[in-house]
């Protein structure tokens, strides 16, 4: 090494080490802060939640045996309809599931009752019966679901008062009924918390839980929360009025059912009475009861007194329903 070249060695060596003192000096502590802070975070938010391949935060439709009819259906208002209903059944399906098991029961019912009856009409009505049964269905667990939330919201909305009235923010107040209350309550303010959270506004979010679940007392409570939000207000002693306004419309909702209960029994009887005395009748005196399966004239007083019976059913619970 010739003698120029070493003193240009030695200054990049001794500028190289004050450099790197002056970098150690410099960032080294502001990484072990920023390290620190990393690793209380990761302590306070729990362990790694592991994320499948594929998966989204957005809304996943449940993929059903036909999917280009679930994607068909979704652009229709008949389709969007069944969905909804789906939904607020608290069920997992598809709308082509759902079209497909009517198909299926339609045509196992129409044989049946053909079979059975060895009559043509019996097909169209078994096939009606059959296809009609899934939506039947359907409306019947969402009008068991939504009586559940109805006798669960004033418990909900006390959750809210309280989690409110110790300091917490709304939003915190949805997340903590989410996971305390019963179901169907919780999964509904869970979908509720999780669409506010994921960036949809409060308003909107709370108008879709109007629209799951189509209750007047969720309509008031939104409409109540909202206005609030806009005009400001005690937030907490708004859900204790509504709670308590809740309650006393199950007290009248009750009362009147007592009142009533005379004439839902008496619709009951005229539906169960002509069933019962033909199945009575069929083991005192089998020709006469044959006489009106087998004959036209008799299979026509049949029909007309089986549409009777549901027209004056259906007459009947209309008559007894009070709106509350």
């Not at 935060?57 to 969007?80: C, H, I, N, W």
């Not at 009750?254 to 002509?274: E, F, K, S």
Request: with cysteine; glycine share 8%; hydrophobic share 50%.
């Amino acid at each position: 090494m010739t003698p120029v070249l070493l003193p240009l060695f030695v200054f990049l060596a001794a500028a190289g080490v004050v450099l790197g003192i002056y970098a150690g000096v410099t960032y080294l502590p502001a990484a072990f802060a920023s390290r620190r802070i990393e690793q209380r975070i990761r302590d306070a938010a729990g362990p790694p939640v592991t994320i499948e391949p594929g998966s989204s935060v957005l809304k996943q439709q449940v993929e059903g045996p036909l999917p280009r009819l679930d994607q068909f259906l979704a652009k229709t208002v008949k389709g969007s309809g069944l969905a909804r209903l789906i939904e607020q059944a608290g069920l997992r399906l598809s709308p082509s599931s759902v079209l497909l098991a009517s198909l299926l029961l339609g045509v196992v019912c129409s044989v049946i009752l053909d079979v059975a009856i060895r009559q043509t009409w019996a097909m169209l009505v078994g096939a009606g019966i059959g296809f009609a049964s899934p939506f039947f269905f359907l409306r019947h667990r969402r009008t068991a679901r939504l009586k559940r939330f109805e006798e669960q919201f004033p418990e909900a909305l006390d959750m809210l008062s309280r989690a409110i009235r110790a300091g917490h923010a709304f939003t915190t107040a949805m997340s903590m009924v989410a996971e305390e209350a019963p179901d169907p309550v919780s999964p509904e303010f869970r979908k509720s918390f999780d669409e506010q959270n994921f960036g949809l506004p409060l308003k909107d979010a709370l108008n879709n839980l109007a629209v799951r679940v189509p209750l007047l007392d969720v309509r008031f409570f939104v409409t109540a929360v909202l206005i609030q939000r806009e005009t400001g207000g005690n937030l907490s002693e708004i859900l204790d009025n509504l709670a308590h306004v809740v309650r006393e419309r199950f007290k009248i909702l009750r009362q009147v059912r007592v009142y009533t209960a005379h004439g839902r029994l008496t619709g009951y009887v005229l539906l169960g009475l002509p069933a019962a005395l033909a199945v009575a009748l069929s083991f005192i005196n089998p020709d006469l009861m044959n006489l009106l399966f087998r004959d036209r004239m008799g299979q026509q007083m049949l029909t007309g007194a089986i549409v009777l019976q549901i027209i004056g059913y259906f007459w009947i619970q209309r008559v007894v329903k009070i709106e509350v």
